[in-house]
């Protein structure tokens, strides 16, 4: 596997108290799982400079900083599962970032995400805080047996031609938002492989989310960000809250009302 050197983060200190971690700085799987989860909890999924405010998604690693981390911006999976992966190669895990396909309604889809894969014990691990929904709160092991953690399970396991299947247990209660009368079944969120890619590779996907006239990320507003207790969810001018297994929809918000007051996003 290539050993590719990744721009360094500017401020380690600064990303840490954007997220809210307060953790010690010991490698462990326990620490990796509070980052992910203080990550998702803290910085929105978000495609509003496409969308929005017709401003360029620039995916070098000071560019991105500086979105997230000074301006208090979000982003989508290029970004934020990019940012990400150098916030844990500048706390010291062994993070780099690779393709992924997602699968969502049992549809497999072309390569346009992005994940995180870290290496940690002689294990590797596969974490995601840039997905624009139902994703797990914590790294998952490599390894088909199934993990929890705050209340959501999920998996991982091979799938042909060198790709890994990462699944998890859908309704009853399994995931933030979902219906707790549901029957669970299992579902397939993405499939990665576990090859390194450099933060250049991943620039011509984001170009054809960001600029192409007929994308779903340019005709479409998305936030989403996970709480303690639930979820946020924004499409368009709907707005959507769970707040302890209850879930209210309402619909043509005042928009940038919402996205200040609620996801801390102002331009």
């Not at 091979?158 to 707790?180: L, M, Q, T």
């Amino acid at each position: 596997m290539a050993e590719f050197i990744y721009e360094p983060l500017p401020d380690l200190e600064a990303y840490l108290a954007r997220i809210g971690y307060t953790g010690s700085r010991e490698l462990s799987r326990e620490n990796l799982n509070e980052l992910v989860y203080c990550h998702q909890c803290s910085v929105p999924f978000e495609n509003l400079s496409c969308c929005d405010y017709g401003e360029p998604v620039v995916m070098d690693i000071p560019s991105l900083y500086d979105k997230v981390v000074t301006r208090h911006r979000g982003g989508y999976c290029f970004e934020l599962n990019g940012i990400f992966a150098a916030l844990l190669r500048a706390f010291g895990f062994d993070a780099y970032s690779v393709m992924c396909r997602l699968a969502r309604s049992d549809e497999i889809r072309p390569v346009m995400h992005r994940g995180v894969v870290i290496r940690l014990d002689g294990k590797h691990y596969f974490c995601d805080v840039g997905y624009g929904g139902a994703m797990a709160p914590f790294a998952i092991e490599l390894s088909p047996k199934r993990q929890t953690f705050h209340g959501e399970t999920y998996w991982i396991d091979e799938a042909p031609d060198g790709w890994y299947r990462v699944s998890r247990r859908r309704g009853a209660g399994n995931a933030i938002g979902e219906d707790n009368t549901a029957e669970p079944e299992d579902v397939v969120v993405v499939f990665f492989c576990l090859a390194a890619f450099m933060d250049a590779d991943f620039a011509p996907l984001s170009y054809q989310c960001s600029s192409i006239p007929t994308s779903g990320f340019v005709t479409n507003r998305w936030a989403n960000l996970r709480t303690p207790d639930g979820y946020l969810s924004l499409r368009n001018s709907d707005f959507t809250e769970v707040h302890n297994g209850v879930k209210t929809i309402t619909e043509q918000v005042d928009v940038p009302a919402i996205l200040k007051s609620r996801f801390g996003l102002e331009r």
